[in-house]
């Protein structure tokens, strides 16, 4: 039984500096369900969640349990009435054990050997979900899925009846999905509450039992999942049809843009990384690796830009020696990045939207003068950049971490495109997109093949790639295990690939 | 009774303006407690402060003469902070610009006439401070070395290396065996508003360098990188922003802008190089406290500078007047400082004290 039956949210509203994110929302969620929420870039769903959480205070409205009001002013009064929240972004202590993390979150810790005492309660716990999980690991040692467990065991051990995930899985391999959803079961089953929020419709449909759309901080609709599909909850929140697949015409590659000559790579770990890998990219092409993440990916994307050094081996754009050069140096040539981790990487948090969309690109002449910043033409660059990838931003002047995470990758987005690069090095670029602006950015990419841009795209996505790619290699181990062409038969053994149990001669025509 | 702690999503100016004005206050408030537990009565001895610094003419002109350094060293560590460069050794970068500079005005100064010689002298403390200030950057940015530790403990290798030198080899033959360099040559001493001991051109540098940087940090591209750099040092990296150069450049404009500061004091104040505690009345420090009250802007580091200087005067006279130990200005100055960061805390995070039982208790 439950301390928790039913969790409410009445008629809550919240804007920021006079700008609604959420306007008289409704919903409630009853024990052992799983209630999705889906919504545009921006529509509000995090702050709608953070307020829940007790991260935000409503302007107007109510939360009740088991229809009794409580209010909530911070994260440690949620964590006490029963409710717990896994962020996009972990939270972690990277230096500590996992032991050691959920210890430091619990709010029972004894002061002395806390360890000790924890241990006992979290194998329980473990056995119960079908956790799987070293304890005395670093966090710095695990992968995004085993890091994302530790966060829900925190929540559970705390005693949360509601566990809130913000787009848990936009950074877990198909695999930790499968057993991310397996933990879920196991949850409802035992009568706790879930709010999913995730922009892939798949998902929403396969785990949810109700799912709830918002709109520019409005709900527009409430749904069963058994009588809905893909494309009504697509139509629901895009307000049109969306397309989910895009056909790509055939165009004959140009001249060759990079060469990746038997590249060396060492790991944060001190492993190799990237183990002699070879390949060569042209103009027109777009270059799909796939693999599931970990395996070499990360390295060698942050090679080629300039931010790793390789241990051995060349890599030239358009004949120019560029390896272990500067990233502006990089850059300069032509290459632009849109990275794994947009909110480490990509952006400088505090400052504001228009001095983001320039980062790495201010000290080209047209937005600089000898010491100058050109301001006025960053400002319009920026509402240009705005417009085009429709991010959902009040004005360009706003603090960047403001905005919405699917805004900020638009940002990115926007910024690493608009200037046709000779060569785009893309990780996820869908990652925390939704339907509509996944659509927007993959027609984008196309655009970029035709006007002869070459492009190197990384994921885990094997729709996307096959989607979008002329040619794709599968990396695993930091080794290609094959490089094929799109339409190449042999690629149905694409998992067999990634896994690593089978391998295709490779032969890059060069 | 329960404390709840919220977090705050709408930060104004307005708001900030008053959190800042409150947290004085109420700093204020506590070091009347402090004043009461010495059997001084506090509202008479904050009057006097202020009255002090700012209700004489004579006050008031002293407050400015020591408003020049706080300013020129409090606005170079803002554009430090905001690359979160913690200079903490502003001090000894003010130590070096008077060394480099009284060894030209004691060496050269009598050679040249003062329109020359002037000029140079600010160009060697500038040079001096910002040598003394690309140290710690080198050794961040090579080694990995903390800047913290790195920039605090060269202040004390400054101050001995001082020493040494008045004591040694630089001892002046009029000084009767005591330490300290002979007096600068007529020419090299910089000229002072009469009636009072303000050297106008160090007070015009610093003003003109409060400017300049504010030009700097919002409006070019080295202030954009050192912003960048500040707020998210893997996205300078990302960026291609070099580390080493940007950290060398703002550690010598914050290490020369306080060399500038030497420079006034030696040469406008003191007149030869003497002892560092004499030189310096903790102004690196001080000036720590002037950024962090400006917000880091260097413009409002003008006001903050002035008014700091205000409680050094004011602490002054309230020690002589009414018997106070000399540690009087630095713990109304600590005092300050902690208040000022409690009201920044205050300003992001909205805490409320319950003393009913709720009514929906957790279990
Ligand atoms: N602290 C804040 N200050 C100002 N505006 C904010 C703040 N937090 C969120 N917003 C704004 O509120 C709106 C809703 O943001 P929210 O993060 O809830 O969107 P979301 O539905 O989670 O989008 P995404 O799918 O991109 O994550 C956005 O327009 C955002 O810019
Ligand atoms: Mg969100």
New interface residues.
């Given amino acids: 039984m439950k301390?928790i039956q039913r969790l409410e949210m009445v008629d809550i509203s919240k804007s920021?500096?006079g700008i609604p994110a959420n306007k008289n929302i409704n919903l409630h969620v009853e024990s052992g369900e799983v209630l999705g929420l889906l919504g545009e870039n921006g529509a509000g769903k995090t702050t709608l969640m953070n307020i829940l959480y007790?991260?935000?205070?409503p302007d107007s409205g109510d939360i009740r349990i088991n229809g009794?009001?409580?209010r909530i002013?911070?994260p440690l009064?949620s964590i006490?009435?029963g409710i717990g929240m896994v962020h996009q972004h972990f939270m972690l202590v990277q230096n500590h054990s996992v032991i050691e993390n959920i210890a430091l979150g619990y709010k029972d810790t004894p002061f002395f050997f806390p360890k000790v005492s924890i241990r006992k309660k979290v194998e329980a716990f473990s056995k119960e979900f079908n956790f799987s999980i070293d304890f005395e690991k670093k966090i710095w040692q695990l992968s995004a899925g085993e890091q994302q467990r530790v966060e829900i065991i925190k929540a559970l051990l705390n005693g949360a009846d509601v566990l809130i995930l913000d787009e848990p899985t936009s950074v877990l391999t198909p695999q930790e999905i499968a057993e991310l959803f397996s933990i879920l079961e196991a949850m409802k089953k035992n009568g706790h509450m879930i709010i999913f929020i995730s922009h892939k419709l798949d998902e929403i449909t396969q785990i949810c039992d109700r799912v709830t759309v918002l709109k520019k901080g409005e709900i527009v609709g409430h749904a069963d999942t058994s009588d809905t599909d893909k494309k009504a909850l697509a139509r629901m929140m895009v307000g049109r049809d969306v397309i989910f697949n895009i056909n790509k015409e055939k165009i004959e590659r140009g001249k060759k843009v990079l060469t990746v000559d038997r590249v060396n790579i060492l790991g944060d770990k001190g492993n190799m990384a990237v183990k002699d890998i070879s390949f060569s990219l042209y103009r027109n092409e777009i270059f799909g690796i796939a693999g599931v993440a970990g395996n070499g990916q990360r390295e060698l994307a942050e090679t080629i830009?300039?931010?790793r050094e390789a241990e051995s081996g060349e890599i030239l754009i358009s004949d120019k020696d560029i390896t272990n050069k500067?990233?502006?140096?990089?850059?300069d040539e032509g290459v632009s990045?849109v990275?794994e981790e947009r909110i480490?990487?990509?952006?400088?948090?505090?400052?504001h939207l228009y001095?983001n969309a320039i980062?790495?690109q201010?000290?080209l002449d047209k937005f600089?003068k000898r010491?100058?910043?050109r301001?006025p033409r960053v400002k319009d660059h920026a509402k240009a950049l705005v417009k085009d990838f429709k991010v959902a931003a009040h004005t360009i002047n706003t603090e960047i971490k403001n905005l919405s995470g699917g805004n900020i990758q638009k940002l990115i987005l926007g910024r690493e495109t608009s200037d046709q690069p000779a060569l785009l090095v893309a990780s996820h670029p869908t990652y925390g997109l939704d339907v509509g602006a996944t659509e927007y950015l993959r027609k984008q990419l196309l655009d970029l093949r035709r006007q002869g841009s070459a492009i190197l795209l990384f994921s885990e996505d094997l729709e996307e790639i096959f989607e979008l790619c002329d040619r794709v290699a599968v990396i695993f181990d930091g080794e290609f295990t094959g490089i094929l062409d799109a339409d190449d038969p042999r690629l149905c053994d694409i998992g067999m690939l990634m896994a690593g149990t089978k391998r295709i001669d490779i032969q890059d025509t060069p | 009774m329960k404390i709840?702690?919220?977090?705050r999503?709408?930060i104004t100016g307005l708001r900030s303006l008053a959190a800042n004005i409150m947290s004085l206050a109420a700093g204020l408030l506590a070091i009347s407690l402090i004043f009461l537990l010495n059997k001084v009565n506090p509202i008479f001895a904050i009057s006097e402060i202020f009255s002090g610094s700012f209700g004489s003419m004579y006050g008031f002109k002293e407050t400015i003469t020591k408003a020049i350094p706080l300013i020129l060293i409090g606005s170079g560590l803002t554009l430090a902070f905001r690359a979160k460069f913690w200079n903490i050794g502003a001090e000894g970068q003010l130590l070096m610009g008077a060394v480099f500079s009284s060894w030209i005005g004691l060496n050269i100064g009598p050679h040249l006439p003062s329109y020359l010689i002037v000029p140079l002298m600010f160009l060697a403390g500038f040079i001096g401070g910002a040598l003394w200030g690309i140290i710690p950057a080198i050794l961040k940015i090579r080694y990995s070395i903390n800047e913290v530790i790195c920039t605090l403990m060269l202040n004390y290798i400054c101050a001995e290396f001082l020493t040494m030198l008045i004591v040694g080899p630089w001892k002046g033959k009029t000084r009767f065996g005591f330490p300290g360099t002979d007096n600068l040559p007529e020419s090299a001493i910089l000229g002072l508003i009469p009636g009072s001991r303000i050297h106008y051109a160090t007070l015009i540098l610093a003003l003109v360098s409060a400017v300049i940087l504010t030009i700097l940090i919002y409006?070019?591209?080295?202030g954009?990188?050192a912003?960048?750099v500040g707020?998210?040092p893997?996205?300078?990296?990302?960026?291609?922003?070099?580390f080493l150069k940007t950290s060398m450049i703002l550690m010598a404009i914050s290490g020369g802008l306080a060399g500038f500061a030497g420079v006034g004091e030696m040469a406008g104040i003191h007149k030869y190089l003497g002892y560092p505690a004499s030189l310096s009345s903790g102004y690196g420090f001080t000036a720590i406290i002037v950024a962090w009250l400006a917000k880091l802007n260097p413009l409002y580091a003008i006001f903050s500078g002035i008014f700091f200087a205000g409680i050094l005067v004011g602490g002054d006279a309230i020690q002589i007047s009414l018997g106070l130990p000399a540690a009087t200005v630095e713990i109304v100055n600590g005092t300050l400082l902690v208040f000022l960061i409690m009201g920044d805390y205050f300003l992001k995070h909205k805490v409320?004290i319950q003393f009913s039982k709720q009514t929906?208790g957790?279990?």
Avoid: C, W
């Avoid at chain 1, 500067?326 to 850059?331: A, D, K, Q």
């Avoid at chain 1, 480490?344 to 400052?351: E, K, M, S």
């Avoid at chain 2, 409006?219 to 080295?222: I, N």
């Fill in positions: 301390k920021f500096h007790g991260l935000y205070q009794k009001n409580i002013h911070n009064e006490s009435h830009t300039g931010i500067s990233p502006r140096h990089i850059y990045h990275p480490r990487f990509g952006i400088a948090p505090g400052l001095d980062l790495k201010h000290h600089s010491m100058f910043i301001y | 709840r702690i919220t977090d999503d709408h409006k070019t591209r080295f954009y990188e912003r960048v707020e998210n893997d996205a300078g990296k990302y960026a291609g922003i070099d409320t929906q957790a279990s």
